[in-house]
């Protein structure tokens, strides 16, 4: 993207562009990802006509993130900067500034989910007052009571999560509430946390958003409802009467409710775009704001999918999602409200030990090189020679495990693989723990299953070979990497349609169909079925004793 036109350049104002050009439609989706903004343009044919990104790291330096976040020094609080992603809501794609035609313009967005920000009493008379003449984060800049805002990775919140199932009768009974048992990363842990530790700056917050509903705020000019969809991740509302729980917010902090607002449905369209992007950047004044989501629930609207099918996100998380028409809320995983289906719901896994931990294999075995990774792939045999890894350099959500484990094929532990079989052990043994996981929540891989694959790492096919062939499954990808991005234009379009009974799959049946990627290599059922129970066997053992270590820390005289 062109930096001068983006951040301080002023695009023409609509009033020229429309008078030469009669106006098209058109959604722009983006994605407030870990790593990166994402964003798309899609036409009315659901054609993506523009595509482009920004890193956090590389291009917006001042923040001094890495990978996106700041991890604190205790190694369990992370967080981002709020300003940094205020800084890069104003980054409009160019060529819906310059002139042209006119682009008749709604916007969709799905950011990581889980995040929070906490908006200072007296922001919202700033946020609707904003001089078109000035930058945005500029602005902004007093209007938060904390700065840095807890995201998913962080996982400092223990004592909350174990409070908060106390509070409502147990971890099953939290689950059955809100979709999930308490999570270190959930929102109204890391509110509790904040209320426990800052409580003056507490009581100095006006408003709670998620990163969802906070973007969605600077679009619109005043706050955003949250939507039932991304609010599914807070173990806070009622998943099935889609309305806070009292006793959950209670429990985190007082004057939740107030704080966070009704929850709305996803597809509610939330208002008319702020008059600053309307005279700073030349949206349209028509231009309506649809309810923001989450990264995952939008991906699922981007891959289209559909009942049976499996996605898998491969992006800085892992995740891997269903869509569900009963939920059977858990101790593992995830029930969210589906975000293109009221009626429906969404079951999801997150890994934690994605990208960033390929990289670091990648890095330590075959000096950065992605092709000399896919070479270790293509150079050894499926099974791996009965070697199985468990690679986890930061506490793993599903399941709780930390370090690096190697088993020979006696399961024996080992303390080192060659190179190329380091490398395998790593994605198999990925896409096991994916398989066991799933399963474990009642998923079967059936003759007609297709696996759809996005995120970064689905660009590279020899890492879609092992999945095709541990899933024993076709895999198919979109032509964009990015489904978050294209799902929250289409929800754009779902947003404006809704009232007329559209359903989500009519309208999206244009839009190009997932491409074939990988299908199972002859003899894979044969070689994972008999590894995929040594997997979950070694995976209970290295659990026992992660759990053992942990009982021996809290005797006492046993300082660990
Ligand atoms: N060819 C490749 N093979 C494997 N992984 C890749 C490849 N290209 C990119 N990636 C991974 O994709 C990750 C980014 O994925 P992406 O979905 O864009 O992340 P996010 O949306 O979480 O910011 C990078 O961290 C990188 O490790
Ligand atoms: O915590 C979860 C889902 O529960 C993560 O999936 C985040 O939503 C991060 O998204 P990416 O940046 O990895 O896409």
């Given at each position: 993207m062109d930096e001068d036109v983006l951040t301080d350049g002023r695009a023409p104002g609509p009033s020229a562009a429309m008078a030469e050009h009669p106006a098209r439609p058109c959604c722009l989706g983006w994605d407030f990802s870990t790593q990166q903004v994402k964003v798309v343009a899609v036409d009315a044919e659901l054609n993506v006509f523009y595509e482009d990104s920004v890193n956090f790291d590389r291009d917006l330096l001042e923040y001094g993130t890495q990978g996106g976040v700041h991890v604190h020094e205790d190694g369990l609080t992370v967080t981002s900067p709020v300003l940094m992603w205020v800084q890069v809501s104003t980054r409009i794609p160019d060529p819906l500034l310059r002139p042209g035609p006119h682009w008749e313009m709604e916007v969709g967005l799905a950011p990581r989910q889980h995040g929070s920000v906490y908006w200072k009493t007296g922001a919202s008379g700033v946020l609707t007052s904003l001089?078109?003449?000035?930058l945005l984060h500029k602005q902004l800049q007093?209007?938060?009571?904390?700065r840095d805002s807890p995201v998913w990775m962080d996982s400092s919140t223990t004592a909350q999560c174990r409070q908060l199932e106390a509070a409502v009768g147990g971890a099953q009974a939290l689950s059955g509430l809100t979709?999930?048992?308490?999570?270190?990363?959930?929102?109204g842990n890391q509110i509790a946390k904040i209320y426990q530790q800052n409580p003056e700056a507490y009581s100095h917050t006006e408003r709670i958003s998620l990163v969802s509903s906070f973007a969605a705020s600077l679009f619109l000019g005043s706050y955003s409802p949250i939507d039932y969809s991304d609010g599914s991740g807070m173990n806070l509302l009622q998943i099935q009467d889609k309305v806070w729980s009292q006793v959950c917010l209670g429990a985190c902090a007082p004057h939740l409710e107030e704080k966070l607002g009704s929850p709305v449905p996803?597809?509610?369209?939330?208002g008319a775009i702020s008059s600053y992007y309307v005279q700073r950047y030349g949206f349209s004044p028509g231009c309506k704001v649809v309810a923001f989501t989450g990264d995952n629930p939008a991906s699922l609207a981007g891959m289209r999918l559909e009942e049976g099918d499996i996605a898998v996100s491969l992006g800085t998380s892992d995740t891997l999602f269903l869509w569900l028409r009963e939920p059977m809320p858990a101790l593992e995983g995830h029930i969210f409200c589906n975000p293109v289906d009221a009626r429906h719901y969404m079951a999801l896994l997150c890994f934690k030990n994605g990208s960033l931990m390929r990289e670091k294999i990648r890095d330590e075995s075959v000096c950065c090189s992605w092709s000399d990774f896919s070479e270790a792939l293509q150079s050894t045999e499926m099974g791996n020679g009965g070697n199985l890894g468990f690679y986890f350099d930061v506490m793993e959500i599903t399941p709780e495990i930390i370090g690096r484990h190697r088993f020979s094929t006696e399961n024996h532990q080992v303390s080192a693989f060659p190179r190329a079989v380091e490398i395998r052990a790593l994605i198999e043994g990925q896409f096991m723990a994916k398989r066991i996981h799933a399963e474990a929540l009642g998923y079967r891989v059936m003759p007609k299953t297709k696996i759809l694959a996005t995120g970064g790492a689905s660009h590279n096919r020899d890492i879609l070979q092992v999945l095709a062939d541990v899933f024993g499954a076709p895999v198919y990808v979109t032509d964009t990497a990015n489904s978050a991005c294209v799902g929250s234009a289409y929800r754009a379009f779902h947003g404006l349609a809704a009232g007329t009974d559209v359903p989500f799959s009519e309208l999206v049946k244009l839009a190009p169909n997932p491409r074939l990627a990988a299908t199972p290599t002859a003899g894979a059922s044969q070689v994972y079925e008999a590894l995929l129970p040594r997997y979950a066997k070694l995976e209970q053992r290295i659990l026992s004793q992660i759990r053992g270590l942990r009982s021996e820390c809290l005797r006492p005289r046993h300082p660990c």
């Open positions: 001089s078109p003449d000035l007093a209007c938060f009571s904390i979709g999930s048992r308490a999570y270190e990363r959930f929102t996803s597809c509610s369209v939330v």
